[in-house]
């Protein structure tokens, strides 16, 4: 039976492993952040496989990824308040084919924002399921949401992607 478990598991990974990395990467806005956070879901996945009945285990899954990336985010503020700014940019590699200045953009949001833009446009989530993947109040994600977006097309427009007069 253990076979069996294992191999369901190695199945679900193989099956989920790219649309969680480019979850991951909306998330984190750094494929190396992204791949790290992918693998320490699957980790978190793998100890409760089979000892846990997992109706969705997908969207167990992403609700665990965004746990997990709010607590790296709260590390990070915690343990590395005077390295900020100082990490050189790693070439971006993405899962799909996304615009330079959409990922410039995206870097430039905050975690919170980032995270609820992302549940929102890339997992198709409600107000009510981003507030409960996030752990907070839907007027919290509203708002999240609606900086975020204004921020992305501020963005656009100083790119030239948005004119003045659209949205």
Not at 1 to 28: K, P
Not at 93 to 110: C, F, K, P, Y
């Amino acid at each position: 039976m253990e076979g069996d478990l294992t191999g369901d598991f190695a199945d679900f990974v193989a099956v989920q492993s790219r649309s969680l990395l480019g979850f991951a990467h909306a998330l984190t806005a750094d494929p190396h952040d992204a791949w790290d956070l992918t693998q320490e879901t699957f980790a978190r996945m793998g100890e409760r496989w089979g000892r846990t009945r997992l109706d969705e285990p997908a969207a167990y899954a992403r609700t665990v990824m965004v746990r997990l990336n709010i607590d790296r985010i709260r590390r990070l503020r915690r343990e590395l308040p005077l390295l900020v700014g100082t990490r050189e940019a790693a070439p971006v590699e993405l899962v799909g084919e996304v615009d330079a200045w959409l990922v410039e953009a995206l870097a430039t949001l905050s975690p919170r924002q980032r995270t609820a833009l992302a549940l929102r446009y890339v997992e198709d989530l409600d107000v009510r399921g981003i507030a409960e993947r996030m752990g907070c109040s839907e007027g919290t994600v509203k708002s999240q949401l609606s900086r975020g977006t204004e921020r992305l097309r501020e963005h656009a427009r100083q790119h030239g992607v948005l004119r003045v007069g659209q949205a």
